[in-house]
Nanobody
Framework: QVQPAESGGGLVQAGGSLRVSCAAA????????VNWYRQAPGKQRELVAS???????NYSDSVKGRFTFSVDDDSDTVYLQMDNLNPEDTGFYHC???????????WGQGTQVTVSS
């Protein structure tokens, strides 16, 4: 099972940091692609970070230099460390897992991140 389960959202002041997590119910090494999305009210969903199992990581311009993606194989968990947050980072954050050999993305339930000014 590779169903993602997000956690770690919350309320933080501008300039602060949060780390959101996405745990896999199974072996994280069975995943070929991990994406982090966010969606704010009234805005389109935005892909903020993308990880491929070859080790490549891409970030959107809006978060580059402030967000960092990482993987913990021991706990089958991926993380998105978010630093120097600003109110425009507010949104509902989801991760998706795509297993090797599949063309379907599995979505978690999401976690809310709110940045106050």
């Amino acid at each position: 099972q590779v169903q993602p389960a997000e956690s770690g959202g919350g309320l933080v002041q501008a300039g602060g940091s949060l780390r959101v997590s996405c745990a896999a119910a199974g072996n994280i090494n069975s995943i070929s692609t991990v994406n982090w999305y966010r969606q704010a009210p009234g805005k389109q969903r935005e892909l903020v970070a993308s990880f491929v199992s070859d080790g490549s990581i891409n970030y959107s311009d809006s978060v580059k230099g402030r967000f960092t993606f990482s993987v913990d194989d021991d706990s089958d968990t991926v993380y998105l460390q978010m630093d120097n947050l600003n109110p425009e980072d507010t949104g509902f954050y989801h991760c998706t897992f795509r297993p090797h050999g599949e063309f379907v993305d599995y979505w978690g339930q999401g976690t809310q991140v709110t940045v106050s000014s």
